[in-house]
């Protein structure tokens, strides 16, 4: 059974940077494409940024490309996401996502972690 536990969100101010992290179990974690994305109340679920199975290839939403950095390491079987210059629109809930794919895709499925909030004041 895939289990994902995210952790790392908190209350920041507007500028300010955190890292979520997201460690997998009961997974070949290099066989999965590993996403985030984030909900607000109301909204729907989007995707933040996804990143290939090796870790070459990474791919953003246009919303935080240049502030967010995913990374990963299949060793310790786990993926992190950078957030830099946060903005009050950054705040959601922020869920970690498995996918066994070879491309990273936006979709919905998979594989979620119990999700983060990080809250950004301004």
């Known amino acids: 059974q895939v289990q994902l536990v995210e952790s790392g969100g908190g209350l920041v101010q507007a500028g300010g940077s955190l890292r979520l992290s997201c460690t997998a179990s009961?997974?070949?974690?290099?066989?999965?494409?590993m996403d985030w994305f984030r909900q607000v109340p109301g909204n729907e679920r989007e995707f933040v940024a996804g990143?290939?199975?090796?870790?070459?290839?990474?791919r953003y939403a246009d919303s935080v490309k240049g502030r967010f950095t995913i990374s990963r390491d299949n060793a310790k079987k786990t993926a992190w996401l950078q957030m830099n210059s946060l903005k009050p629109e950054d705040t959601a809930v922020y869920y970690c996502n498995a996918k066994e794919s070879v491309l990273i895709s936006t979709e919905l499925f998979g594989s979620w972690g119990q999700g983060t909030q990080v809250t950004v004041s301004s």
């Open positions: 990143i290939s199975r090796s870790g070459h290839s990474t």
């Open positions: 009961g997974l070949t974690f290099s066989s999965y494409t």
